[in-house]
């Protein structure tokens, strides 16, 4: 979508700016019944393992909101 606005708008003058927020240590992400416990269950992995995941795919480290 992004891409399209730039291709659009960007003649114009319009800058288009995209953000992807990566995972955020809450309690929906770090209780077991949360998102994040239901998706490491969902893949076979334990939330350890999912966190390591998200941060090599250039999450980054899980942060503290």
């Not at 995972?23 to 393992?49: C, H, N, Y």
Request: proline share 6%.
């Amino acid at each position: 979508m992004s891409k399209g606005l730039t291709d659009e708008f960007g003649p114009r003058g319009v800058r288009v700016t995209t953000v992807s927020p990566g995972p955020i240590r809450t309690a929906m992400w770090e209780s077991a019944d949360g998102f994040g416990g239901k998706l490491a269950e969902a893949t076979g992995v334990s939330q350890a393992d999912l966190r390591l995941l998200a941060r090599s795919c250039g999450f980054g480290p899980l942060r503290s909101t």
